[in-house]
């Protein structure tokens, strides 16, 4: 149900760095006039989104671009498998984590700094898994953070209201960072870190031609290091950063097969307009 109250419309406005030499406007926190707070959420994958978009093509990455110095891959040409993770709220509340200032000045282990963005990444949002379906072995992929905002509209029964969470805040300008009920954080696969090595260009095996399955958890279950915090927990003891109603749809699998060649559009039902741009992960970041 929604809460009878309005949320006040905030701006400001800053510089913020993704890389050495790319800065980009961002704008302060926006809200609309009214959050849903009285329930409990419930994330889910799409994994139709997910089937439709993967494509494994030839890249060129440069020595600056994020997802290079955060995932640890080697600047230059290589081989990767991009894909689309949307993440909707399904849900009778929204997921409200507001201003990542707060948290962090609060040390509840939600955010941690990123130095190449010069901003904070949630913790334990998705994972992204490659796994072979031959012998079982997980490839991890380059993306290492998360900034969770409204970005696809989700049609829900009585249709998708307006979104809610829209900034994804940086160090010392406020966020509101969250996702509304019927609404879909997306990770669009030519945002940085979208994207598994294939070469052995970030340090791990190779891999090689086959049959492979890519599975996306969401709110994925952890077990809580030494001073972590464990917030939620599921009926097997695991902890969560989110609360929900439901742990145990959070995970999307698709089948897919790792070509010896790509061709030079690529290969996959997301072939056609493969690119070496990387866009930027941040709230202008695009559904499509």
């Given amino acids: 149900m929604r809460q009878n109250f309005i ?33 409990t959420p419930d994330l889910i994958v799409d994994g139709q989104r997910l089937a439709d978009s993967w494509v494994v093509y030839d890249q060129t990455f440069s020595t600056t671009a994020c997802s290079v110095v955060e995932g640890g891959v080697a600047p230059g040409e290589h081989r990767v498998l991009r894909f689309t993770v949307t993440t909707p709220n399904i849900g009778d509340a929204d997921i409200f984590i507001g201003d990542p200032n707060v948290h962090v000045a609060a040390n509840d282990g939600l955010f941690e700094f990123a130095t190449c963005h010069n901003h904070y990444h949630f913790r334990h949002y998705a994972t992204y898994q490659l796994i072979s379906a031959n012998d079982g072995h997980i ?32 160090v010392g300008i406020p966020g509101n960072q969250g996702i509304s009920v019927g609404y879909a954080d997306t990770y669009f696969k030519f945002l940085g870190g979208q994207y598994f090595v294939l070469d052995g260009g970030d340090g791990q095996a190779p891999v090689p031609p086959g049959q492979y399955i890519i599975r996306i958890t969401v709110n994925p279950p952890f077990t809580a290091a030494a001073g972590e915090p464990c917030l939620h927990t599921d009926l097997s003891g695991f902890c969560h950063q989110l609360p929900e109603s439901d742990f145990t749809n959070n995970v999307a699998e698709v089948s897919i097969t790792i070509p010896d060649r790509p061709g030079k559009t690529g290969f996959g039902p997301g072939s056609g307009n493969v690119t070496d741009t990387e866009l930027i992960d941040d709230e202008n970041r695009p559904d499509k």
């Avoid at 290492?144 to 970005?151: A, H, K, L, P």
């Fill in 7 to 39: 949320i006040g419309l905030a701006a400001a406005a800053a510089l913020s760095a993704c890389g050495p030499t790319d800065h980009r406007a961002v704008s302060g926190p926006q809200f609309d006039h009214v959050q849903d707070l009285d329930g």
């Fill in 139 to 170: 490839w991890r992929s380059a993306k290492r953070g998360f900034c969770m905002i409204d970005v696809t509209p989700w049609q829900s029964d009585g249709g998708v209201g307006s979104w809610v969470y829209h900034s994804c805040g940086r």
